[in-house]
């Protein structure tokens, strides 16, 4: 664990900041999580217990030391700072704000990491003083369960910065992907091709949701958590793969716009699990249930594929 910086700062506390801030802390770092919010900061305080809870529930190694604070104060958050990580909403002049505060607070050699889920890291740098030690740093969701970070340098991170990062993600038994520049990256590229035609394939009646998702869960997740696509198509057989992929690749949908079904429910007010209604309908108390499940499934499955080699 001797890569892991012993101080970080996260700026932000919404949806990912929380969760971060807790892998961090059980790696062994002190932790400070600044939001502007103070409101903000009481809901992450309780989002980051139990983030800590889930990873006691998976039984991940504890290293002694780790300690948390949350604060208002942004100077306070990064004095003594030897790495930030940026979790503030995907809108980049806020970004380029909050970058400018960052960098004129910390050392010219402290690693400022942003966990943007696509906007360009070379566009996000372009008013950095120092925009050498910039670099995309991107946690899935939620990032104390998923143990996989996209590491994406933009055109002016130096190379020691990137490696220097791969090292850190190491150090807290996370697995590195470096990545070059593209839009969404390849964990959203792959995920938001999927979700296109999963919506397609609802919009047509072809099947129902609870059809998608058992045949996407079991037919298709349940391989490639084990194989990986790369390697599937090894397994099957390039031929295998020409063969089918000569006639459905065309068959497949290609729309460029963000699908009807979607937009009518958000005009209709039915967003998913925060309104209590979308693809299905939450009474009263499911959707915590649900939540409970996920977590529950996800710990399973990374206890499971922890024990097993890669494909």
């Known amino acids: 664990m001797s890569s892991l910086p012993a101080i970080a700062t996260v700026v932000g506390s919404g949806t990912m900041g929380p969760g971060i801030a807790a892998t961090l802390v059980r790696a062994g770092a002190e932790v400070?999580?600044?939001?502007?919010?103070?409101e903000a900061l009481a809901k992450a305080e309780n989002t980051f217990a139990f983030a800590s809870g889930v990873l006691e529930q998976l039984g991940s190694d504890t290293v002694e030391g780790g300690s948390v604070s949350f604060t208002t104060d942004i100077a306070?958050?990064?004095?003594?700072?030897?790495?930030?990580?940026?979790?503030?909403?995907e809108k980049i002049e806020l970004k380029k704000t909050v970058l400018g505060q960052i960098e004129s607070l910390v050392g010219k050699d402290v690693i400022i990491a942003t966990n943007t889920s696509g906007i360009?890291?070379?566009?996000?740098?372009?008013?950095?003083?120092v925009p050498g030690r910039f670099v995309g740093m991107h946690w899935s969701n939620p990032p104390h369960l998923i143990p996989m970070i996209e590491v994406i340098p933009g055109k002016a991170t130096d190379a020691a910065v990137t490696d220097q990062l791969v090292e850190i993600v190491k150090a807290f038994g996370y697995h590195p992907v470096i990545e070059k520049e593209i839009a969404g990256f390849v964990e959203n590229r792959v995920l938001y091709a999927i979700l296109r035609e999963c919506v397609a394939l609802l919009e047509e009646g072809i099947v129902t949701p609870e059809g998608l998702d058992t045949a996407v869960?079991?037919?298709?997740?349940?391989?490639?958590?084990?194989?990986?696509?790369?390697?599937?198509?090894?397994?099957?057989g390039m031929d295998i793969y020409a063969a089918v992929s000569?006639?459905?690749?065309?068959?497949l949908n290609s729309d460029t716009e963000t699908p009807q079904v979607v937009t009518d429910m958000i005009a209709a007010g039915k967003l998913g699990f925060k309104t209590g209604g979308g693809m299905y309908e939450y009474g009263e108390g499911d959707v915590a249930a649900k939540l409970k499940d996920i977590t529950a499934g996800l710990v399973a499955a990374r206890k499971t594929l922890s024990s097993i080699t890669p494909v």
């Open 32 to 38: 400070r999580v600044y939001d502007i919010s103070a």
């Open 76 to 89: 306070a958050a990064l004095s003594g700072s030897l790495f930030v990580i940026e979790a503030v909403p």
């Open 120 to 129: 360009p890291i070379t566009a996000m740098a372009e008013s950095m003083t």
């Open 217 to 236: 869960k079991w037919g298709i997740g349940y391989k490639l958590s084990v194989i990986g696509p790369t390697r599937l198509l090894d397994m099957a």
């Open 246 to 251: 000569s006639y459905l690749n065309k068959e």
